[in-house]
């Protein structure tokens, strides 16, 4: 019997009850002034005799309104979606188009913008996605694939691989690309990378011994570095060092002075191209001491040098470039090539008293105390000293050739190099004069190698030969 039909046949019943003469107040469904029922009337009674569900339903004693005891059927419960699985359980899953399968409820499909998550059908299209159309996951603060994950949330967001510069070898490969939400991406880098607004630096600010703009070379902006430096100290007293990056300031450079060598302390001057006493000028106030030098033997107190003169910076293997004054030094290339003004002037930036020596006194001091023929001795030997016999071929340095001294010390008086003297061998003016030369050159043979020779070598006074120097005397 259907639910139209049942009504039906309650109407005719109370009618003919009625015509009866009964009393229908037994069947009151509201506002009845007789509380008392027969059989459960109003409350519907346990359901024993015929009415409805133990606790009552939608009408009163014993009709049948879906109640839980004996009562109507309710209809299908396999697949209505009003009662699904039992009576009075309807199947409506939110935000879903329902399906009551074998009195199961489940979620057919989701309507327009709702999508289901977990899976349970209990409760529905649970997810309201923000966006009408699903798309690939940005980083943008919103679900874009809706999921229900957002930005770095969804395993689907692919981070970008060019945003960054993530240089291997660089303090850039440790940068993070991260997702800020509603601002999108950007990039962490490390401490050690120097950026302004999250982008690095095109120039590096910082002498970190960092490649601090992450372009392969660590504080290339700081071009001094590396390069020599000194303090302040003047002459052999400064201190020399590297340029490196300041400790205290990483914004500077500074002059590190803390490798070797040690920086030397204030002497008396010497005749070496070197600002020995630290006052900032070279070989200057030298004084007589600073020259190499000794009596020429019944020279009534006139010194002549030991050495041949030299150049104040002349090396064992150079003869030097600095011509501010003629030193005597042992072991460098003696000066030649001097025209007589150049040696002339070499000996007098001496000071007073300073000259170039006289042939006389060069072939005294040649003589030596024993007054020998040779500086070692009356009989020539042609590898003593250095002539053409020694076959060196030009000039060596100063006493290389030990054996080539006289007995007072006086080096290579004989060969090595001719030296200009102050004699003048003919009546003319400058640049015409002609002035003896001494003790003949590497070119020299014997004859030319004696301390007197009858036929006295000479030369005009611009002459520049490789082969002619000079050495200075001093008035006591």
Do not use: H
Not at 26 to 45: I, K
Not at 292 to 317: F, H, K, N, W
Not at 321 to 337: G, M, R
């Amino acid at each position: 019997m259907n639910r139209t039909s049942a009504r039906a046949t309650s109407a005719l019943g109370l009618l003919l009850l009625s015509a009866l003469g009964c009393d229908i107040k037994a069947y009151c469904f509201s506002d009845c002034e007789d509380g008392s029922s027969v059989g459960g009337a109003t409350n519907g009674g346990s359901g024993g005799e015929g009415a409805a569900a133990g606790s009552g339903g939608a009408f009163g004693g014993g009709f049948i309104t879906g109640g839980s005891g004996g009562g109507m059927d309710c209809g299908d419960t396999e697949m209505s979606l009003e009662n699904c699985g039992a009576c009075g359980v309807p199947c409506a899953p939110a935000g879903a188009i329902p399906l009551c399968l074998a009195g199961e409820c489940l979620v057919q499909a989701c309507l327009e913008g709702q999508y289901d998550i977990d899976g349970l059908p209990q409760n529905g299209c649970e997810y309201a996605c923000p966006v009408p159309v699903p798309g690939v996951e940005l980083c943008d603060g919103v679900d874009n694939d809706c999921d229900s994950l957002i930005d770095s949330a969804d395993p689907d967001l692919e981070v970008p691989d060019t945003l960054c510069n993530t240089t291997l070898g660089t303090p850039c490969e440790n940068t993070l690309v991260v997702c800020n939400g509603q601002t999108g991406w950007s990039c962490e880098y490390p401490p050690e990378v120097e950026t302004v607004s999250g982008f690095i630096r095109l120039t590096e600010t910082l002498c970190d011994n960092l490649d601090g703009n992450c372009d392969g070379t660590a504080d290339e902006w700081f071009t001094a570095l590396g390069s020599v430096c000194t303090d302040l100290a003047l002459g052999q007293c400064q201190d020399a060092g590297l340029v490196v990056c300041d400790p205290a300031d990483p914004q500077k450079t500074t002059c590190d002075l803390s490798a070797p060598p040690l920086p030397g302390v204030a002497a008396a001057e010497a005749c070496d191209g070197i600002d020995n006493d630290c006052d900032g000028l070279v070989d200057n106030g030298l004084l007589p001491s600073a020259f190499a030098m000794v009596p020429i033997p019944g020279g009534s107190g006139v010194l002549v040098d030991r050495y041949e003169a030299s150049r104040p910076d002349a090396q064992t293997a150079s003869a030097g470039l600095l011509e501010s004054v003629a030193c005597s030094n042992p072991n460098v290339l003696p000066w030649a090539a001097a025209g007589f003004e150049e040696a002339k002037a070499g000996c007098e930036a001496r000071g007073p008293g300073f000259r170039v020596c006289s042939l006389d006194e060069l072939e005294a001091a040649c003589r030596g105390t024993a007054d020998t023929d040779y500086p070692y001795g009356d009989a020539y030997v042609g590898m003593t000293c250095n002539g053409v016999d020694n076959a060196v071929g030009g000039v060596m340095p100063t006493g290389a050739e030990a054996a080539c001294a006289t007995a007072g010390a006086v080096f290579d008086a004989s060969g090595n190099l001719a030296e200009w003297t102050s004699t003048q061998t003919n009546v003319a003016a400058i640049p015409n004069r002609i002035f003896a030369l001494s003790g003949g050159s590497y070119l020299s043979p014997e004859l030319g190698l004696a301390c007197t020779i009858d036929l006295v070598p000479r030369a005009v006074e611009t002459t520049l030969l490789p082969n002619i120097g000079f050495r200075c005397c001093k008035d006591p």
